[in-house]
């Protein structure tokens, strides 16, 4: 009987539908990394706020190529998977499983490194805007040691739903539904079933897109300005503003239109120990990776 009943309640949950609202706030803050690229960072700004799965969430912006001519020399990684995705310049990746590439304008790399991968992400230009992100999500403890893959999107293998209004949603990973539509991203074989849209909306349009239940999921306003639901609060620009639990998200931008990115993912729901480039779940792990990568042993392939 009682399963009878926790079975209706669910249910009738789902035929409401939940609304998602703003739960807290994460600031982006103005840092630097590989060799000085300039930078902001709103998840993973401190161990203390992360959004599980997701570890970290980049964006870089500048039409100045001092701020991002260095780029991300040589450098390890263990135990995560890296989302690259360009809106503006071109980026050289090399590793050493034996990638190389460049990606530009609406292009993303999906990279797990797995047991360990070596690579650099260099700039393919030495003038114009540099513009794009970079996000962390984590790997099971399961999947930490699994050998390393690589996935290069080019822009015009993402779908791009559009319609009369001006709503443009580009649909990397997970799905989009609309209008009885549902319309899946290229990326698959990932472990916590990532959601990642980029969405525009004109000024004074709302959309309204469906998550699972089950996913933890933050909105990134990088563009113009947005509400959630019927809050009135504008959202803070630049921040990722985590949002409760619920199967429905709906999002409205104001007399200025809204560019932002739409980010869910299933928690892993196990502990994490970082240490730079290396994310694992026991400090004991931890130190292994680094003894591997002093040692040659983090791949098997010669460093780039």
Same mark, same amino acid.
């Given at each position: 009987?009682?399963?009878?009943?926790?079975?209706?309640?669910t249910?009738?949950?789902r035929?409401?539908?939940?609304?998602?609202?703003?739960d807290?706030?994460?600031?982006? =803050?103005?840092?630097?990394?590989?060799?000085g690229?300039? &930078?902001?960072?709103?998840?993973?700004?401190?161990?203390?706020?992360? &959004?599980?799965?997701? #570890?970290? /969430?980049?964006?870089?912006?500048?039409? +100045?190529?001092?701020?991002?001519?260095?780029?991300?020399?040589?450098?390890?990684?263990?135990?995560?998977?890296?989302?690259?995705?360009?809106i503006?310049?071109?980026?050289?990746?090399v590793?050493?499983?034996?990638?190389?590439?460049?990606?530009?304008p609406?292009?993303?790399?999906?990279?797990?490194?797995?047991?360990?991968? =070596?690579?650099?992400?260099?700039? *393919?230009?030495?003038?114009?805007?540099?513009?794009?992100?970079?996000?962390?999500?984590? /790997?099971?403890?399961?999947?930490?040691?699994?050998?390393?893959?690589?996935?290069?999107?080019?822009? +015009?293998?993402?779908?791009?739903?559009?319609?009369?209004?001006?709503?443009?949603?580009?649909?990397?990973?997970?799905?989009?539904?609309? +209008?009885?539509?549902?319309?899946?991203?290229?990326?698959?074989?990932?472990?916590?079933?990532?959601?990642? #849209?980029?969405?525009? /909306?004109?000024?004074?349009?709302?959309?309204?897109?469906?998550?699972? #239940?089950?996913?933890?999921?933050?909105?990134?306003?990088?563009?113009? *300005?947005a509400?959630?639901?019927?809050?009135?609060?504008?959202?803070?620009?630049?921040?990722?503003?985590? &949002?409760?639990?619920?199967?429905?998200?709906?999002?409205? !931008?104001?007399?200025?239109?809204?560019?932002?990115? &739409?980010?869910?993912?299933?928690?892993?729901?196990?502990?994490?120990?970082?240490?730079?480039?290396?994310?694992?779940?026991?400090?004991?792990?931890?130190?292994? !990776?680094?003894? +591997?990568?002093?040692?040659?042993?983090?791949?098997?392939?010669?460093?780039?």
């Amino acid at each position: 009987m009682a399963f009878f009943v926790m079975a209706v309640i669910t249910s009738f949950k789902r035929a409401v539908m939940i609304k998602r609202r703003v739960d807290r706030m994460i600031p982006s =803050i103005e840092t630097s990394d590989g060799a000085g690229v300039k &930078l902001r960072r709103s998840i993973g700004s401190s161990h203390f706020l992360r &959004l599980d799965p997701f #570890l970290m /969430l980049d964006e870089f912006y500048s039409d +100045d190529p001092n701020d991002y001519l260095a780029g991300f020399p040589s450098h390890p990684h263990r135990g995560f998977e890296t989302v690259t995705y360009m809106i503006d310049g071109f980026m050289r990746h090399v590793d050493s499983m034996g990638n190389s590439g460049v990606i530009g304008p609406g292009d993303v790399q999906w990279m797990s490194a797995g047991r360990g991968v =070596i690579h650099s992400e260099m700039p *393919e230009q030495t003038e114009g805007r540099m513009r794009g992100f970079q996000l962390w999500i984590n /790997l099971p403890a399961a999947a930490k040691m699994k050998p390393p893959t690589y996935q290069d999107i080019p822009k +015009d293998s993402i779908p791009e739903f559009s319609e009369a209004t001006g709503l443009r949603v580009r649909i990397i990973a997970g799905r989009f539904e609309y +209008d009885g539509r549902v319309i899946p991203g290229p990326i698959n074989a990932l472990s916590a079933d990532p959601y990642f #849209l980029d969405v525009y /909306l004109p000024a004074g349009h709302s959309v309204s897109v469906a998550l699972p #239940l089950t996913h933890n999921s933050c909105v990134y306003v990088y563009e113009g *300005e947005a509400m959630i639901g019927d809050e009135t609060t504008l959202l803070v620009h630049r921040a990722a503003a985590i &949002l409760t639990e619920g199967d429905t998200v709906d999002i409205m !931008a104001s007399k200025n239109g809204a560019r932002f990115l &739409l980010l869910a993912g299933r928690p892993l729901n196990e502990p994490i120990v970082q240490h730079g480039p290396f994310v694992m779940t026991t400090r004991e792990e931890i130190e292994e !990776a680094i003894s +591997d990568y002093q040692c040659g042993r983090l791949t098997d392939s010669a460093k780039v």
